[in-house]
Structure formats: C-alpha cells, structure tokens
DNA sequence: GTCTATAGGTTGATAGAC
DNA sequence: GTCTATCAACCTATAGAC
C-alpha cells in the first residue's frame, strides 16, 4: 500500500531498506482510526502493509513497541500548535479562526489515538509517560491563548476584567467538545458552528 | 460482590435469581473503568463478579450484548443533567456551580465507556445507534445551558449581545476539556480550577 | 530485511450435568 | 441459574532459511 517504488534518492551501500517499517507504522495507524485498536494485530497490520507478520515483530519488537510508535506519530502535529498561534497576524478575530480550525484538525487526527490507548492498562500508562515527558496536553493550547489573550488585554483590546487563562480554557473546550462529538459516528442533533462560537467568544471579549 | 441476600419481596415460582446477572454488570463496569476494555474477557469478568463464565454466556449471549449492557448503564446518570439545571434555584452562579459540578461528576463516568467503545468498529457502532436512539450527546447539555443563559437575557440579567447556545458551548466545553484531561493519569500541568471558569464566565456576561 | 512455519497461550462460545 | 469441561479460532512472538 505504502511501500516504496524506485525512487530518486542517491544510491547507498548495502541492500535498500524497503521501506517496510515505514508501511507498517502507516497501516497500523490506518487500521486504529477506521478499525479500532482491537483490529491492530500483527496479521491485519503486516497484510494490509503488505508485508509478512514476522517483519511486524523485527521492526517493532512487539505489540506494545508498535503501539508507542503508533502514538507518537498520531500526536506529532500538536507541536504546530502554539507557533500556529505566534505564526498568525495581529488580528483577534484572524488569530482566533486560525487557532481553532489548527486545534480541530489536530484533534480530529489525535482523539481516535488517545481513545485507543485507554483501551489497556499498560497502554494507558505508556502514553501517560509519553506525554508527560513531551508535556502534551490541553493545558498547552490553554497557555498558548491565554498568553495571547493577555497581550491583547494589555493592549487594550481585550476588556480589563477579563481572565486571560481561564477565558481561553472556555475557547478550547469549545473546540474540544466539537471534535470529540464528531467522534461519534451518528451525532443527530448539531452543535454551535465554529463561526457562531468564535463569533460569540469575540462579543464577549469586547471592551464596551 | 453485589449478589443478594434474602429480601423481603413476596415469594414467586421458580428458582430466585441469584443476583449474578448484576453482579456480572458490575464487574465488567468495574474492569472496563480500571483496567480497560481489553481486559473486559469473559473469564476476567466471571471470576470478578464470582460465578462461572458460562453465567456470563447465559446472562448477555456473547461479548457484544454484555458490553452494549455495560455502556447503557453507563451513560445512564446523563438524563439527570438537563432536570438538574430546572431543579436549581434562580441564581445564575448557583446554577452554572451546580450545572458543572454534575456535568463533570457525569464524564468522570461516562468518558471511559464512551473511549472504550471506540475500541472495536462493532461496539463503536452499536454504541452510536443507543445514542442515537436515546438522543444523547453534548448538544442535549449544551441545549439546557442554552436556554437558561436565554430567559436569564430576557429577564436582563445577562448581556444582550450573547450569543445564548454558542456561549453555552463555551461553557460545557471547558467542563468537557477539565474532565477528559482527568481521564489521562498523567497530567502534570494543570487547566484552570472550576471556580476560575465560573468566574470567568460569569464576568464575560455580566451586563456593564 | 524479509520470508515461512510453528510454538505456546488466550479467548469466545457451546454442551450437558446438576 | 450455575457449574465443569471442552474446542475451534485467533493472537503474540520466536526460530531459522534466504
């Protein structure tokens, strides 16, 4: 599926690696999103890489080693996040739109992934180490507004009794809980669009 | 664990019920919150709930009828949102204390069903389709919120420039947020406390 | 690096006695 | 309603050849 055709890459010594591991990571992170991780097993992961089972295990040692690896791929964008914020121009109302579409496409991506990883003990625990070593987490995004927020308030731009950190938690939840909802597969009845949130979140920021 | 001692209902033909079929319930809520969902087998749940695993068969005919048992009475607490917001007095801090207080409480519960029925393409379906059917989801809390912070406007206590179901979206985000990250054992730092959302919140709306 | 073959262990589910 | 005993299916992981 994602295996490697001849490419252009210079010629190195030695035999070529096939690009092998790279296809298992991808069809293991497919199967958990479209499958769920109870469908992650070596023989669906190695057929739909296109490779056999035993390739599963050199490159990854075991279940749980491809598992980590799995996660740490699904969580990599948030990292874009805060320069997202710093990136955007001068304006609330562009600052905003630029942050919560950022924050929901990632989230869009990393939800099924943490999901995933509540569904064992050991799992669960992994990724809880892997995040506090990368100080993943929605307290980031949190922090990342809130600064903003702060500025802006400085600035006047912003009304004075506002709570830069707290208020911002109240923009990200939004964003949050739209994607978690979209999780679901059969949602009925909609939520508040994004532009009617950003929009209601600007109204309430403005000075009078 | 659970199972009954002698009650004090009239007698009825036949051999009581032995309590195994709620005592097999309760494990399977037990392991699938503590241990995950991967631990929730048939042989782990019996042992728990102290009968055979041949009970479990006979109670919920396989995997899936148990574990649709186990989300249905998880997600059960839900209906008790929208009659707590209608219970509480007229004052609007006392109703957004109470509204998120019994919102968190809920997710705390109801965060780990929804994650583990992500697990499996066959349980995350069969958990849509019930919410579906009982009409549940974010929108059912953000509705409630929505329709106070509304009359609170007619009445004039509230800004007249809020947006009343998009700010509600805000609020019900932020419990949202604060109760998934509780779900990662590892959060080191920390999101602003409930009472700095309130607060926060209630400021954004206050009329000048 | 990749394969085939297989060991060794769990699991869901059924049969049949009590 | 509950048990013991059992089985086929499936899983992770290793060994060893190419």
């Known amino acids: 599926m994602l295996r490697n055709s001849a490419s252009d890459v210079p010629r190195r010594r030695g035999r070529p690696p096939a690009g092998g591991r790279e296809a298992i990571l991808a069809a293991a992170l497919e199967l958990l999103r479209e499958r769920g991780i109870a469908r992650v097993t070596a023989r669906e992961v190695a057929a739909l890489a296109g490779v056999s089972e035993a390739s599963v295990f050199y490159h990854y040692k075991d279940r749980a080693g491809l ?43 990393a939800l099924p992934v943490m999901a995933a990883a509540q569904s064992d003990v050991a799992l669960r625990d ?49 964003c949050y809980t739209r994607a978690a909802q979209r999780q679901m597969p059969a949602h009925v009845a909609e939520l508040p669009s994004l532009e009617e949130v950003i929009d209601a979140f600007e109204a309430l920021l403005a000075p009078a």
């Open 67 to 109: 598992l980590r690896a799995v996660f740490e791929q699904g969580l990599q964008p948030l990292k874009e996040l805060a320069e997202s914020v710093a990136r955007a121009g001068p304006d609330l109302h562009q600052v905003l739109v630029r942050y919560a579409i950022t924050l929901e496409q990632f989230l869009d991506q």
């Open 126 to 174: 992994a990724m809880a180490e892997y995040m506090t070593e990368q100080d993943l987490g929605p307290h980031r995004g949190v922090a990342a507004l809130g600064d903003f927020l702060a500025a802006e308030q400085a600035a006047g731009r912003v009304r004075a009794e506002v709570d830069p950190h707290a208020t911002a938690m109240l923009f990200v939840g939004a």
